[in-house]
């Protein structure tokens, strides 16, 4: 059989499981000869293989008759002819269907021992309309669906959802999944849903990039549940862990993980000795700090519809003639942002060094014919017309939303965020989050607020709160920005505050570690901490951005990022 081709493996969502790892996870699933075995998306058939491999070596004499499984791909029962042979026609044993319209009647009214395989990695946007009604259907069906899933989880979620109809008391599970896993807020309520029904769950972010070579560069996440059971009850922890490579994922599976006791929720909590959890929860608790969320509303930047046309140089602007009545200054990347404050001067100078920093805000186009004109007929008709942010604005050619916020956090990054203070008062394009604080904050502590974003504390926070994205950078979505932990008490602000010029200085000439030291020397001072606390705090942020980037394939220094 010829394998997918690139846009086929994103419309199913298949990215077949090699044998060594499906090997791994069905030697922990399946633990006796007469174990019944349902894959419900086989694809490949790696897991049936492996699946077979296990059964004999536990004595089994016949183990093609336990599998059974379900595929909507008419490639996958090629593969399953190729691989397995006579086992394909069989009824009632593997179907051609999609597993979510599925039901018990279709497989015999058997249950299952085990269930296991790599679901389909497919988004609600592009699933097809048929699979979105059965994905609704499950939710009102299910005897175990929870209203906190919601109808915009994934399609591997309503996979695992679905399984649990089919699974005998006892039953174990092994899912090979994507990252999103780790994060999605339906990905936390589907765990829920399934620490009632298991007595253990285990959930391990596996470093290595195991589909690298079919076009997916992100972390699998492997979720072990065993004890199944239709009657819920008071859940499980679900221990967390993080395997770099086969060898380290087959000890986690067969042992305990190491989850910290103080949190149950976060897999980068396993990367966190038991002193610094301690440590974070002390301060968290003694009244001296506020997550980001409670002092400021975060939210993305202006959406423009099309940055390349209206976020421009200077030379760019002259090429057209276009004059300070069409142009606004506009922060297009974080990258252009040096100091811990952004003042008009400082956005001057990135105008002469012919930064795109200039944004296209023409009030009125109608003067015929004007540069303005010109420069926007340069934008195609049909595409102009197509462009959903376009058409919602009352004139598509002004993008600017007029929300200047009063400061800028990074969005996407190889380090630490930054906050930085908009002294211009200009606005910003979507690859920046806009931060507007709530109450009576003076503009002397919003600098100092700034500051405190830089300490250890905060970054090694913002890590927790983040997510590893594709290459490794650190994403924050104003839900996870919203969360980080800020020294705000007035002894730490009033610290920082004598020296954030300094602190600005050093930011504008690139010295972060050394601004971060000076930070976390002011902070330890006002608060009386040990500077090693904050030591740690900064060891430990660094290890979790070294996890974002195992085990992908790079050489040189590590991309920056805006």
Known sequence: MQPHSKDERKALGAYYTPSNLSQVLCDWAIKSPDSVVLEPSFGGCGFLETSVVTLKALGCKNPEDQLYGADIDEKAFGFLSD???????????????????????????????????????????????????SCKKILRASPFADKTLGINASLWAFFLLHTLSFLKTGARTAWVLPSSALHADYAKALLAIYEKHFETIKVIKLNQRFFQSLGADEVSVILLAEGFSETPSIGPKTQYAIADDLDTLRVLVSNNCTTQDAFSDNYKHSIMSSDVLRKMLEIQESGSTERLGEIGKVIIGMVTG???????????AEAFNLGPDVLKPVIGRFSQLKGLIHTLSRHKKLE????????????SVSQ?????????????????HANRTFVKRPNWFYPDDGRYPDAFLSYMLDKGPRLVINASRINCTNSVHRVFFTGDISYENKKAIAASFLSSYSQLSAEIAGRSYGSGVLKLEPTAAKNISIFTSSKVLKKLSSIVAQIDGMLSKGLLIEAQKLVDEAICNAEGIPRKTFLNFSKCAEEMRNDRYKGLRRSGPRIKSD
Do not use: W
């Open 83 to 133: 691989k397995l042979g006579r086992i394909s026609a069989v009824s009632n044993r593997f179907i051609c269907l999609d597993f979510i319209q599925s039901n018990k009647q279709d497989f015999g009214n058997i249950t299952f021992d085990v269930a296991i395989g790599n679901p389909p990695y497919v988004s609600m946007h592009s699933m097809t309309e048929r699979q979105r009604e």
């Open 368 to 384: 015929k014919p004007s540069p303005i004109r010109s420069y926007l007929a340069t934008v195609d008709r049909k595409k102009r």
């Open 352 to 363: 002469n060094e012919n930064s795109k920093c200039l944004l296209v805000c023409p009030r």
């Open 306 to 316: 099309d940055n390349k046309t209206f976020v421009i140089s200077k030379k760019e």
